[in-house]
T-cell receptor, first 116, second 112 residues
């Protein structure tokens, strides 16, 4: 696609329910990142996928959070038993693996998650 | 690990010059990037410094000094549309090769 696509754009869920957030990266981008952003706050790193390497999951805030990336392309972030503190915008980004050359990261528009 | 510090807010007037600083502690990184994010929008890439020195892109310039663990974004001829949040980020060269870690962002308000 032309850019990074995330779905849904908005999600309202009841506390305790599970949610799945989807990210379609730019074709050919081997690096994929998930971040969480609360209102007016910074970008909190969640998880990083790079090619066929084991993902860096060190940013996941609890074991209720998990993510997978199938076929080196689409990624799904799953939050189980959602809590009100999970309410935030979840941003996905992708880039080429040109580490030393900078490799601009392209962001999707995010999924705004509201837990009620 | 990686840690980046930025001022939380900066205010300037239209036509002025503003500098947003970023200091960092890192176990190793490839370079320093800057991203811009307007309210309600997605972050977009502005610049990247792999080497020490100044990189210029139009009204925006970015600087890196590895010896001082310091960088900055310089915005000249400020316009109202420059009101946004600005994030510095490092690309990890340590335990999470290639990962992109962000500072908490600086909210720039440009006044008429």
């Amino acid at each position: 696609g032309a850019g990074v696509s995330q779905s849904p754009s908005n999600k309202v869920t009841e506390k305790g329910k599970d949610v799945e957030l989807r990210c379609d990266p730019i074709s050919g981008h081997t690096a994929l990142y998930w971040y969480r952003q609360s209102l007016g706050q910074g970008l909190e790193f969640l998880i990083y996928f790079q090619g066929n390497s084991a993902p860096d999951k060190s940013g996941l805030p609890s074991d209720r959070f998990s993510a997978e990336r199938t076929g080196g392309s689409v990624s799904t972030l799953t939050i189980q038993r959602t809590q009100q503190e999970d309410s935030a915008v979840y941003l996905c980004a992708s880039s080429l693996d040109l580490r030393g050359l900078g490799a601009e990261a392209f962001f999707g528009q995010g999924t705004r998650l509201t837990v009620v | 690990g990686q840690s980046l510090e930025q001022p939380s807010e900066v205010t300037a007037v239209e036509g002025a010059i503003v500098q947003i600083n970023c200091t960092y502690q890192t176990s190793g990184f490839y370079g320093l990037s800057w991203y811009q994010q307007h309210d309600g929008g997605a972050p977009t890439f502005l610049s990247y410094n792999a080497l020490d020195g100044l990189e210029e892109t139009g009204r925006f310039s970015s600087f890196l000094s590895r010896s001082d663990s310091y960088g900055y974004l310089l915005l000249q001829e400020l316009q109202m549309k420059d009101s946004a949040s600005y994030f510095c980020a490092v690309r990890d060269r340590g335990g999470s090769q290639g990962n992109l870690i962000f500072g908490k962002g600086t909210k720039l308000s440009v006044k008429p």
